[in-house]
């Protein structure tokens, strides 16, 4: 491996299921050698609910086995803690301490500890001890009421926002902030991440309109998630959908020249009201005179489209025009017609693409994203390094490295 980042730095990983396996995964991936600590019977729940999942995001970890309710495992444990850098759990509160392996007993062991605590609700509060899922996070974060069609039930997506980006990578900045501390000063820290605090974080653009307004907008109503007729998705004419994020008059701007371009007489008059500007059938925005007061016009529009957002009623009365236009336009032609059409015309149109087309898309080909892992695709880890690599590798068979970690406890001997 070329430069690895993270060389050296040795992880014990008690976590199961998503959020804590999915953080350390970024861990391994940098070239920290990560060491899976699991139950003996069954290991993490995840090899059996979903071994594909467990295979994906344990690539490149050790497996060790111990069961933390015999005092030998947990002997054995704290002979690890002495040459690890990070401990990561993911328990419940105060699960740790009962078994004898609380923050202040392992840091004892080893003041440079990076002890990290990947929870639901955090250390501490009235919620410390409650069960929960990505689901419960996002709901009580106010992120799920933000998430659906306007009028429509909240909507689940199968992308875990708080277990993956408020609780997993979260905690992996926490990790790596924490590392970084430690070389500096010798003292290591106890991470506490809670993934509804993550997901709470991660609704910025909700909390810029509660502190303009003094109040979010509806489900499916705010400038982002469907207010705006030049932010939306727009259902083709052969069931699929295009997402249109022509945000800036500039990007609008340009799309409507586009449409206006290849679509009925009948609809050119109201695309050349929203948008201010007239092109013809070659091609060519017609006379050049007058041009940037017509340009000047239409951002001045489009300005007040966005405005209009703020308010659910002056936008349903101003915007659903403009809204019918794009409806109507992106019905005449397939999703896959519309891209050739606009993909290159820098006016923010894509096609809203499967999972099993993501893959083939060729700038993901171009990015080589994607591998092969026992013959099946996987994911490379998304972050480009100048001068290094990150690894890929192999998930382990449940205990497939007990002979070789726990050999070192008597040898002392450390392999990268």
Not at 42 to 54: A, H, K, Q, V, W
Not at 58 to 71: A, H, M
Not at 153 to 166: C, F, R, T, Y
Request: proline share 5%; glycine share 10%; charged share 20%.
């Amino acid at each position: 491996m070329s430069n690895p980042l993270l060389a050296g730095v040795r992880v014990i990983d008690l976590s199961r299921l998503l959020p804590g396996p999915f953080c350390t995964l970024y861990l391994a991936q940098f070239g920290a050698e990560v060491i899976k600590v699991e139950e003996p019977n069954g290991g993490d729940y995840t090899r059996s609910l979903m071994p594909e999942l467990f295979d994906l995001i344990n690539r490149g970890k050790k497996s060790v086995t111990l069961d933390l309710r015999k005092p030998e495992a947990v002997a054995t444990l704290k002979q690890l803690i002495v040459d690890a850098d990070v401990l990561i759990e993911s328990f419940r509160p105060g699960v740790m301490d009962k078994l004898g392996l609380g923050y202040e007993v392992l840091k004892a062991i080893n003041p440079k500890l990076v002890y990290a605590s990947l929870t639901g609700y955090g250390h501490t509060g009235p919620y410390s001890d409650r069960a929960g899922h990505d689901m419960n996070y996002c709901s009580y974060a106010g992120a799920l009421d933000q998430i659906g069609e306007a009028g429509g039930p909240p909507a689940l997506s199968n992308v875990q926002i708080a277990d993956l980006a408020g609780g997993a990578l979260t905690c992996a900045t926490g990790i790596l902030a924490a590392i970084i501390g430690a070389r500096t000063s010798g003292n290591g820290c106890f991470v506490d991440v809670a993934m509804l605090d993550g997901t709470l974080a991660l609704q910025t653009v909700a909390m810029a309109t509660l502190r303009t307004h003094g109040q979010t907008q509806p489900r499916g109503a705010d400038m982002l998630t469907g207010a705006l007729p030049n932010y939306s998705l727009y259902r083709c004419r052969d069931g699929r959908y295009v997402a249109v994020g022509a945000l800036e008059p500039k990007f609008f701007t340009q799309l409507l020249r586009e449409l206006w371009q290849l679509t009925p007489r009948s609809l050119q008059s109201t695309l050349e009201k929203l948008g201010g500007t007239r092109g013809n059938r070659n091609g060519s925005s017609g006379k050049s005179e007058g041009k940037s007061k017509k340009k000047s016009a239409a951002s001045a529009r489009i300005a007040r489209m966005t405005d209009a957002a703020a308010s659910p009623t002056k936008a349903r009365r101003m915007l659903a025009p403009a809204r019918w236009a794009l409806a109507t336009v992106f019905r005449m032609k397939g999703r896959d017609e519309w891209d050739r059409l606009l993909s290159d015309k820098d006016a923010c149109v894509s096609p809203v693409l499967t999972l099993e087309e993501a893959l083939e898309n060729e700038q993901i080909q171009a990015r080589g994203l994607v591998e092969q892992l026992n013959g099946k695709p996987a994911l490379r880890n998304p972050i480009r390094f100048a001068d290094a690599t990150t690894l890929s590798g192999t998930a382990p068979q449940l205990g497939e490295h007990n002979d070789e970690v726990l050999s070192r406890l008597q040898t002392g001997a450390r392999v990268a």
